[in-house]
Structure formats: C-alpha cells, structure tokens
C-alpha cells in the first residue's frame, strides 16, 4: 500500500508531495558524486526488486522498502534513488501511479533518509556489534513505520471517508516492521564486518 495509486489523493496532497520531493531530489543530486552512483544505483535496484514482491497482510500487502538501508547508506541520495525505481515501477508494472510519484517518493524516502541519519553515526562508530545489529534494527523498524504513518496521513488528508482505510494501513505495517528491521540489521552487521566504508555515506 506504499505504491499509492491515481485517482486516491486530493489536489493538495499531490502537488505538496510533489514540491517535498523535488526539494529531496534536487538536494540528493546536488550531494550525489561520482562515487556514490554505483552504489545508488544498487540500492535502487535492490527496492526495485524487493518491493516487487508483495505480501499479503489482511486486506492488503506488504513488502521490503530497505528505506533505512539506503537512508544510512546514501543519506539525501535515498531521493532520486527511490524517484526513479517508483517511476520505473509505475511504467513497467502499473504499480504506484504517476500523478503520486511524489507523495510516493516522499513516504518511502524521507523516513528512511530520517532514521538513517539519525541513527547512521552511531552504527558507524560504535565497535560492539550487538549495538550495532539494535541500532539498525531500529532505524529499519521505525523508517517502516514512519511510511505507514505517512501513507496514513496522506489518505486521510484527502478525505476522512479514508480514516478507515489509514488505520488499516498503519496495522499492516506492523509485522513488516519486524522484517525489515532484522533484514536491515543483518545487513548493516554484515557490511560492518566485510566492507565497513559502505556504511559511510560519501555526501550525507
């Protein structure tokens, strides 16, 4: 439910998702350098993916955002690298809508852009691994929900004949936030271990 479809949100949400996420993009891009875009493309790639496959949870489905993942690994560059596998998604697979592509990037991006900033230092420089596995268990528990907040929010500042539907919402987030948060610890653990510089965004 974090591919928000045409057709759903007001006016005034889409255009005030549309400008947020210009300012991200626009400020990812203007910190993304040459170093950074192989490993942004990954990750891009990877969301593409993952989200693909879909879970059912009641009436409705979940799936991987690895927002946390990218917020530590890219900071503001999570933006354009969530941008253009929504947008990819949306021409390919019908999933998302285009008229949402903004409200869209916003929900998924800025959580993870959020909690991964905020929690990104710590992960980096502590040297106890079992401080390390809960602070990215955290980041990627809470960038989750930060999604299913915003979703949430964004259905019912559209119309409260939504309000029903936004609760739902925020329920099936709950179990997909205990999966990604285990998903981004291990893989925040493991690349502390083989490649700790990943870990290090080059432009936060």
């Known amino acids: 439910m974090a591919h928000i479809p045409d057709?759903?949100?007001?006016?005034?949400?889409?255009?005030?998702?549309?400008v947020v996420a210009a300012a991200g993009v626009a400020l990812g891009l203007r910190?993304?350098?040459?170093?950074?875009?192989?490993?942004?493309?990954?990750l891009a790639a990877a969301f593409f993916a993952g989200s693909l496959v879909a879970v059912p949870v009641g009436p409705a489905s979940v799936h991987l955002l690895l927002a946390a993942l990218?917020?530590?690994?890219?900071?503001?560059a999570t933006f354009p690298a969530v941008l253009v596998a929504l947008l990819l998604q949306a021409l390919l697979f019908?999933?998302?809508?285009?008229?949402?592509?903004?409200?869209?990037?916003?929900?998924?991006?800025?959580?993870?852009v959020?909690?991964?900033?905020?929690?990104?230092?710590?992960?980096r420089a502590t040297e106890r691994p079992a401080l390390r596995f809960a602070a990215g268990a955290l980041a990627g528990a809470l960038a989750v929900l930060g999604t299913g907040g915003?979703?949430?929010?964004?259905?019912?500042?559209?119309?409260?004949?939504?309000?029903?539907?936004?609760?739902?919402?925020?329920?099936?987030?709950?179990?997909?936030?205990?999966?990604?948060?285990?998903?981004t610890a291990a893989i925040v653990s493991f690349l502390a271990r083989v490649q700790p510089d990943a870990l290090r965004p080059v432009a936060p």
């Open 7 to 18: 057709g759903i949100l007001s006016a005034p949400v889409l255009i005030g998702g549309g």
């Open 31 to 42: 910190r993304l350098d040459d170093r950074m875009i192989p490993r942004t493309a990954i």
């Open 70 to 76: 990218m917020g530590i690994m890219l900071g503001t």
């Open 94 to 112: 019908g999933f998302g809508g285009l008229t949402t592509l903004g409200i869209n990037t916003v929900n998924i991006a800025l959580p993870g």
């Open 114 to 123: 959020v909690f991964g900033m905020m929690l990104g230092p710590v992960i």
């Open 150 to 183: 915003l979703v949430a929010l964004s259905l019912w500042m559209s119309s409260s004949d939504y309000t029903p539907v936004a609760s739902v919402v925020i329920a099936t987030y709950l179990p997909l936030a205990l999966g990604e948060a285990f998903v």
